[in-house]
């Protein structure tokens, strides 16, 4: 079993930054990646971006790339997501999530936390 704690979340202004953290316990030793996802009030949760453990391939949704930046600390276990330039529209519940077998399919959550983007 793997268990993930996110934090970081918040309120923020448009066009301001926020750094979510995500670490991860339990046996980490059979992280393959780590993702976010987030969800909107009325919307369905949406893929955010994904790193592979080996931290050598990073994939993002369109709607975030060159905003958002994932990273991962090996030594900490621990995964972030960089967030730029927020918008308005990137109001949700960000959940972490770790993949531990293949790497797209996500076995592990966290509980979430909220960003707040004010226009």
């Known amino acids: 079993q793997v268990q993930l704690v996110e934090s970081g979340g918040g309120l923020v202004q448009a066009g301001g930054s926020l750094r979510l953290s995500c670490a991860a316990s339990?046996?980490?030793?059979?992280?393959?990646?780590m993702g976010w996802f987030r969800q909107a009030p009325g919307k369905e949760r949406e893929f955010v971006a994904r790193?592979?453990?080996?931290?050598?391939?990073?994939y993002y949704a369109d709607s975030v790339k060159g905003r958002f930046t994932i990273s991962r600390d090996t030594a900490k276990n621990t995964a972030y997501l960089q967030m730029n330039s927020l918008k308005p529209e990137d109001t949700a519940v960000y959940y972490c999530a770790a993949a531990g077998r293949l790497a797209g399919v996500y076995e592990y959550w966290g509980q979430g936390t909220q960003v707040t983007v004010s226009s």
């Open positions: 339990g046996r980490t030793f059979s992280l393959v990646a």
């Open positions: 790193i592979n453990w080996s931290g050598d391939r990073t």
